[in-house]
């Protein structure tokens, strides 16, 4: 049985949820497989909990389907702007534009990453990433000398 886990690079790093400590962060320890089948639900977790810094809010959604092949995260955006993001093996798309809300006519981009989905979306996340990104450099750069 192999194990897949979300562990994709975002401009050659990944940010934590506190960018302050860790610029690079693993998802590994948050999978479970069940055969063959990843539980979505838990990438899901470690997906907004790496991201959490740069959005106005996300979370898991409690209410859409429960199936373990496939999760749905909500997400606003910096700008308010709120999507129903849905996560499986295929990638991220966004599936709505309220919370909780899923469209099965709307036919949109996978993205392999949450990164690149919401580089996509927001501007305002990638001003957050590339500030989190900066001072993290700058920390390690007072620290190295």
């Not at 790093?13 to 069940?34: A, H, T």
């Not at 838990?42 to 389907?65: G, K, P």
């Not at 995260?73 to 999507?83: D, F, L, M």
């Amino acid at each position: 049985m192999t194990k897949h886990c979300i562990n994709e690079l975002s401009m050659g790093m990944e940010i934590d949820r506190q960018p302050e400590e860790s610029i690079v962060s693993s998802f590994n320890e948050d999978c479970v497989v069940l055969g063959d089948v990843k539980d979505m639900r838990l990438e899901a977790e470690a997906v907004v909990n790496d991201v959490l810094f740069a959005v106005s809010e996300m979370h898991v959604s409690q209410s859409l389907n429960r199936a373990s092949d496939v999760a749905y995260i909500n997400v606003e955006t910096r700008e308010g702007n709120q999507y129903c993001l849905e996560l499986t093996e295929a990638g991220l798309r966004v599936v709505g534009y309220a919370f909780n809300q899923v469209n099965e006519d709307l036919s949109t981009q996978y993205y392999e990453t949450v990164y690149s989905l919401l580089d996509t979306l927001s501007p305002g996340y990638r001003e957050a990433f590339g500030n989190a990104l900066l001072q993290r450099l700058e920390r390690l750069k007072q620290n190295g000398q």
